[in-house]
């Protein structure tokens, strides 16, 4: 090679450096530092199936700078744009809001975590969470309690995660220490009418509920209340001795009857009176958790909302899969609280989310280490209490829900849109302009086992009461704020979703 060549390598390299820099700033700012898979900021993403507000269209959405800034529908496009991704004929719709979950960080990692949390909820088309104020250590329940689990968070996430403040004793009469704690921007507060299995998260009562909503009425954000109160009778049976063979199921339903569900609603409604239109704590709002009485206690609370309360409800999804017949001897997997009852009351609870009388789901994402599931020793009445869930509440609603004809318009409204309105999430919650390009798109029709050999993120797999079953609905991407963060299997670099804070 003669002189001229080498002298030329010194230009072609400075060129080359040039080009690298253009593509670079033509990327996004997110892919440079890991956030994203996909190396652009302004795309578009195309599909024969978008669920909008308006309806399924075919169509693209325009994304940029993390946010949907146009809608268009096929005709109006038919491949005219640059850095398009095209689906195809997979679903795209507003990522999965969850306004339940725990992620036990910090204090309590080894049992999830910000990190493999919030990995499953993307792996699940989850874009947005709440987290709870309890399992994590110390519990939410104050402002310096909160500084630490923002703390843990900070580069954690790989969806967006707002938090619930905790109402206890300790601080429901303190109408000083609950405006701080609303103030640092929790979206609302969370309290348990029954023992939590936490020392530090101890129960409520009504008078402490009254006194919370008086202080959230100013704030407008909602109280979320695990509804149950004990009896005397039932509590004793929870021992080792106390209602027949601990590896049996039905020795445990036995020490959780529909009867505290429906005695926790009964007193709930003496104080959510006080949220209609013109009383004492009008702006204040009233959410019952994870409901699995599809009898008595709905039937009270429809009442109240035909009265005016300003209250809902939700359930979840186990509650809606399985039936208490057909959990096995020793298969403590599937222990929560209020526990899954009965076929018959599981029919109830799908007609009753049907008919719009149960206004959303939630995961109740509540895992722990394997030990304390006691697998190996299956004693239903002394393992923790809690599915595992995250990653899997997209498929297994739809999976469960065909034989009552859900749509995909449902499934929005249930996991998207009316979540974003009970956590405050205005831009979020439907693919619409100017909202967060929160996006899930994923594959109704493909089914697939939910065995060891399906990527699962969750930090202990083996607890999920999910693993072994069947089900429809493979999610192919997941986008938050214009980031995809979920790709077939693999996960962003960086950790970069954002901690959402009340305003």
Partial sequence: MDLLHWKLFPLLALLASFLFFFYIQDSSKSSQSGCSLFPHSHYWIASKRIVTPQGIISGAVEIKGGSIVSIVKNKDWSGKFKQVVDYGNAVVMPGLIDVHAHLDD????????????????AAGGITTLIDMPLNNFPSTVSTETLKLKIEAAEKSIYVDVGFWGGLVPENAFNATALEALLDACVHGL??????????????TDARHIKAGLSVLAKYKRPLLVHSEIQSVVESHLETEDGGGDPRSYSTYLKTRPPSWEEAAVRELLTVTKDTRSGGPAEGAHLHVVHLSDASSSLDLIKEAKRRGDSITVETCPHYLAFSAEEIPDGDTRFKCAPPIRDAANKEKLWNALMEGDIDMLSSDHSPTVPELKLLNDGNFLKAWGGISSIQFVLPATWSYGQKYGITLEQLVSWWSERPAKLAGQ????????????DVVVWEPEVEFDLNEDHPMFVKNPSISAYIGKRLSGKVLATFVRGNLVYKEGNHAFAACGSTILAT
């Fill in 190 to 203: 969370k309290s348990f009418m029954c023992p939590s299995g936490i020392n530090d998260f101890p129960m």
């Fill in 426 to 437: 205005h831009s979020k919650g439907a693919i619409a302009i100017g909202n967060h390009a």
């Fill in 106 to 121: 910090p204090g309590r990692a080894e049992w999830e975590g910000f990190p493999s949390g919030t990995k499953a909820a």
